[in-house]
Each structure stands twice: as C-alpha cells, then as structure tokens.
T-cell receptor
Framework: GAVVSQHPSRVICKSGTSVKIECRSLDFQATTMFWYRQFPKQSLMLMATSNEGSKATYEQGVEKDKFLINHASLTLSTLTVTSAHPEDSSFYIC??????????????FGNGTRLTVT | GQNIDQPTEMTATEGAIVQINCTYQTSGFNGLFWYQQHAGEAPTFLSYNVLDGLEEKGRFSSFLSRSKGYSYLLLKELQMKDSASYLCVVLDSNYQLIWGAGTKLIIKP
C-alpha cells in the first residue's frame, strides 16, 4: 500500500536553532500534503495544507514565518521550524493525499516527528 | 461554522460490541474517515465512506448517512488492543480536513 515516510522520527535541538522535517510519499504522487501538530492528550491540530507548486494554506493561529512549508515536488514536502523555542516541542505529523478529480483517496500518514527544544 | 461531534470517552467489555457515533456540520462533503490512534503514535486509517450505507471490514464497520450528517464506527468482538482513540474526520468541499476531538475507547476485561 501507499507509504509516507517522515524523517527524522526524533530530534532534539537547542532554543533558537531551526529544524527541518521531511515528508515523502514513496509510491504515489501527493498533490496535497497536510501538516499536523499534536499536543499531549489532545487531538491532532491541522497546521497547514500544502499543494505542490503553490504556497501553503495556514490555519488560523499558525505563524507562517515560523513554520515554513515547502512542497516543491509531488513526492516531497518539508516543514521547517525556525528559531525553535521550548514551547514548539511537540509531535509533528504529515499526511499525504492523492487528489485526482473525484477520486477521494484515504490520507496516508507519516510516523511523526517528536521535536524537543531545550 | 464547521463542527464534528463525537463522545469524549466510552467504555466497553472485551468480546462485546461498541458503536461510536459522529455527527458533522461542514462546508460541503468529500468523504468521512475513521482513524484509530494509540497514544504516542500516528493515526491509522480504518475506513472511508463517501456514499450512504454500511462498509464492513473485518471486525470494524462504518456507516454513513449524508442527509443526516451522521456516521458511526462499529467494533465487534472487542479486544484489549482496541483500546485507543477513534477519530472522525470529514473532508470538506475544499479538501480541508475537519477533525473531531476523538473518542477514547477503554476496553475492560
């Protein structure tokens, strides 16, 4: 079945540095990728939706200058957490969807990245 | 506004059947997903409904009524490993995901 690879699975960084998280669709072309953040004991919160070749659409309250999303190809989207702070420590998850006319394919999730900012 | 409602928590007994309900009000509809999520892990896809009716897949079944804005996930022959959160997610007309808060299912022996 379709697989989404997310890397790294865990990262620890110092406050003020930037961290890049990659999300790759391995055997299908993902026209749309979604980035989520999960706080402890809470549901996944959609951060942004990215469509290949265009700017990401950010959800209300998400700082686009802090969470940079690039979807340069149909198989790769990246999320860069810039100038990370301890409050950015969280579990970040990407998912990918093949959007093709009326074909509503299920979402395929990456395994997530646990970010710890010290 | 867009809204998804599902119970916060449910408890059931091992071997029994449980039904988790979900109602939604969204801007358009392109399908409804059910996901299972164990603590600390990414959600796992369970089912996808876009037409009315019941979809059966092993011990899990999912039902959709678009006219009522209603879906349920039915779990049969419950096992301890089914203890998890179950997320109801609707894809709206703009392909935005509308997430429910999840139902925490507790299975007791």
């Amino acid at each position: 079945g379709a697989v989404v690879s997310q890397h790294p699975s865990r990262v620890i960084c110092k406050s003020g540095t930037s961290v890049k998280i990659e999300c790759r669709s391995l055997d299908f072309q993902a026209t749309t990728m979604f980035w989520y953040r999960q706080f402890p004991k809470q549901s996944l919160m959609l951060m942004a939706t990215s469509n290949e070749g265009s700017k990401a659409t950010y959800e209300q309250g998400v700082e686009k200058d802090k969470f940079l999303i690039n979807h340069a190809s149909l198989t790769l989207s990246t999320l860069t957490v810039t100038s990370a702070h301890p409050e950015d420590s969280s579990f970040y998850i990407c998912s990918a969807a093949l959007r093709q006319g009326s074909d509503n394919s299920p979402l395929h999730f990456g395994n997530g990245t646990r970010l710890t900012v010290t | 506004g867009q809204n998804i409602d599902q119970p916060t928590e449910m408890t059931a007994t091992e071997g029994a059947i449980v039904q988790i309900n979900c109602t939604y009000q969204t801007s358009g509809f392109n399908g409804l997903f059910w996901y299972q999520q164990h603590a600390g892990e990414a959600p796992t896809f369970l089912s996808y409904n876009v037409l009315d009716g019941l979809e059966e897949k092993g011990r899990f079944s999912s039902f959709l009524s678009r006219s009522k804005g209603y879906s349920y996930l039915l779990l049969k022959e419950l096992q301890m490993k089914d203890s998890a959160s179950y997320l109801c997610v609707v894809l709206d007309s703009n392909y935005q995901l509308i997430w429910g808060a999840g139902t925490k299912l507790i299975i007791k022996p």
